[in-house]
């Protein structure tokens, strides 16, 4: 029987907080960890083959792009962004509002950039240069989560 393969952690609880500011309660340190967690194994899958060599290169850069992810998932709650109540304007978080946790955008062209800067099994312009990553946190509770996986691996 094969063992589970442990994802790397590129952050922990006291990064978070030297990075952003926000000092974590006691009681959501573990919370925070595991938002940390699954957040650098989205970067880690994204990576694919380069992980470990992007890993060993640019450490620093991981942490900092872990604990910006998290962070932004913490902003605000999925749902309703705004409202306003004369003429009734209502609108709505998406991926490109910062409410939702996952490697995108600025992050995955910075991961791009490091993987071109060591990896020579990156290819830039390949035919698999899919990649969209992301997990979103409700405040519902567990059963609402999502995760969604695009790799350009």
């Known amino acids: 029987m094969t063992q589970p393969v442990v994802p790397p952690s590129y952050a922990t609880v006291a990064d978070y907080e030297l990075r952003t500011g926000i000092d974590v309660p006691d009681e959501q340190e573990p919370m925070v960890q595991q938002r940390l967690d699954d957040y650098s194994a989205l970067m880690a899958?994204?990576?694919?083959?380069?992980?470990?060599?992007?890993?060993?290169?640019?450490?620093?850069?991981?942490?900092?792009?872990?604990?910006?992810?998290?962070?932004?998932?913490?902003?605000?709650?999925?749902?309703?962004?705004?409202?306003?109540v004369g003429a009734t304007s209502v609108s709505y978080t998406d991926i490109s509002s910062g409410s939702i946790a996952g490697v995108y955008g600025p992050e995955t062209d910075v991961l791009d950039a490091?993987?071109?800067a060591c990896c020579p099994d990156y290819n830039a312009g390949g035919g698999n240069s899919v990649g969209q990553l992301g997990v979103a946190y409700d405040r519902r509770g567990p059963d609402t989560d999502e995760l969604w996986v695009l790799s350009r691996w």
């Open 45 to 84: 899958l994204y990576m694919g083959p380069c992980a470990e060599i992007v890993e060993t290169t640019y450490p620093g850069v991981l942490t900092s792009l872990a604990c910006a992810g998290v962070q932004r998932s913490f902003v605000a709650a999925p749902g309703v962004r705004s409202e306003t």
């Open 114 to 116: 490091l993987m071109a």
